[in-house]
């Protein structure tokens, strides 16, 4: 892990790039924006992480962060957290729990944006209701191969 600095203003990450590291941020107040229009999702400050998910595997950047403050963080590569977790176990349970976080805040956000976005099994679950099963034997294929998928 190297320990890297950044001004308010300057853009760390931009949606898009290529990426394989993650961010904690030791001081500071990044912003965090999607899309063209760079819309502002939230905020991350002292103590929190971005960039995870290039941690579990490399690629494009999901989000801009942009420092609102002046910003030191340390870098870890996939490498280095790879390492770290054959050293460290319950490191691997500690991210874990932040990236199921993550993802719920964005189903939320998701909701708050079209209520009838409620994800893949929302989705699954209107279509099954809506087609429903015309024969017993239909429903018992439908119901094993939905489980089979979750």
């Known amino acids: 892990m190297q320990s890297v600095a950044f001004k308010a203003g300057e853009t760390i990450i931009r949606e898009g790039d290529e990426g394989d590291t993650a961010f904690f941020i030791v ?9 063209k229009g760079g819309r502002r999702v939230g905020t991350l400050a ?8 290039s941690l579990i595997e490399p690629g494009p950047r999901s989000a801009t962060i942009l420092a609102q403050t002046d910003v030191e963080c340390l870098e870890m590569s ?6 770290s977790l054959e050293d ?4 691997a349970v500690a991210f874990m729990k932040t990236l199921v ?3 719920r805040q964005m189903n939320e956000l998701m909701e708050k944006i079209d ?7 929302g ?10 099963p015309s024969r017993p ?3 018992e294929a439908v119901n094993l191969s939905w489980t089979m998928l979750w």
């Open 123 to 132: 989705f699954v679950r209107d279509v099954q209701k809506a087609a429903g």
């Open 46 to 53: 002292t103590g929190e992480v971005f960039g995870e998910m």
């Open 88 to 91: 460290n176990p319950e490191r």
């Open 115 to 121: 209520p009838n976005r409620r994800g893949l099994r």
């Open 137 to 139: 034997a239909d429903s």
């Open 78 to 83: 996939y490498d280095e957290f790879i390492g």
């Open 27 to 35: 001081s500071g107040e990044v912003e965090v924006l999607v899309g």
């Open 101 to 103: 976080r993550r993802l």
